[in-house]
């Protein structure tokens, strides 16, 4: 009896947990609820853990190129606000669903801080592959989670040129 006892503990225990990984810890996939109001091009990058969706919106001048990255559980129409400004002042800009999240698709059903890593990179990848864009001046700008992400790869990544956060948390413990 305790035996059996012992075995329904441990088998409510993981269901509880993966109950908890694929309903609370990992995002509700959010449309787009806006668009940008300059012409822009849906772009499509492929990975090894899914698909990363998103627009190029291109300027007049070219001066570089910003990559705007969400939070968790966002999407990126939520960064639409940052697009004008950058427009105005010279800047080609990518805005990307992260893996996992708004119409990105995720072959893995848990989202992490890696796959937050893998999409700002495989961008970065992406605007060296096109001739159309200045990629000596790649700058990122990242929101909450996308800022953590940003970090990391700004660390690492000496393609960057600069790293702005916005809403990051200040201590990643």
Not at 26 to 44: A, G
Not at 81 to 105: F, K, T
């Given at each position: 009896?305790?035996?059996?006892?012992?075995?329904?503990?441990?088998?409510?225990?993981?269901?509880?947990?993966?109950?908890?990984?694929?309903?609370?810890?990992?995002?509700?996939?959010?449309?787009?609820?806006k668009y940008p109001n300059s012409t822009?091009?849906?772009?499509?990058?492929?990975?090894?853990?899914?698909?990363?969706?998103?627009?190029?919106?291109?300027?007049?001048?070219?001066?570089?190129?910003?990559?705007?990255?969400?939070?968790?559980?966002?999407?990126?129409?939520?960064?639409?606000?940052?697009?004008?400004?950058?427009?105005?002042?010279?800047?080609?800009?990518?805005?990307?669903?992260?893996?996992?999240?708004?119409?990105?698709?995720?072959?893995?059903?848990?989202?992490?801080?890696?796959?937050?890593?893998?999409?700002?990179?495989?961008?970065?990848?992406?605007?060296?592959?096109?001739?159309?864009?200045?990629?000596?001046?790649?700058?990122?700008?990242?929101?909450?989670?996308?800022?953590?992400?940003?970090?990391?790869?700004?660390?690492?990544?000496?393609?960057?040129?600069?790293?702005?956060?916005?809403?990051?948390?200040?201590?990643?413990?």
């Amino acid at each position: 009896m305790k035996y059996f006892l012992f075995v329904a503990f441990i088998t409510i225990i993981f269901s509880l947990r993966r109950y908890i990984i694929l309903h609370i810890f990992t995002p509700k996939m959010k449309e787009c609820k806006k668009y940008p109001n300059s012409t822009y091009e849906n772009i499509e990058i492929e990975l090894g853990i899914g698909t990363v969706r998103g627009w190029l919106i291109k300027s007049e001048q070219a001066r570089g190129c910003f990559l705007l990255i969400h939070g968790w559980s966002s999407n990126k129409s939520d960064m639409l606000r940052y697009v004008d400004p950058l427009l105005a002042n010279g800047y080609d800009v990518i805005i990307v669903d992260v893996i996992g999240h708004g119409e990105s698709e995720s072959k893995q059903k848990q989202v992490s801080i890696a796959s937050f890593v893998q999409s700002i990179t495989s961008t970065i990848d992406y605007v060296w592959t096109r001739p159309d864009i200045n990629s000596n001046a790649i700058y990122v700008l990242g929101h909450s989670m996308g800022g953590i992400a940003a970090s990391i790869v700004n660390s690492t990544d000496f393609r960057l040129q600069a790293l702005i956060t916005d809403s990051m948390p200040t201590s990643l413990k």
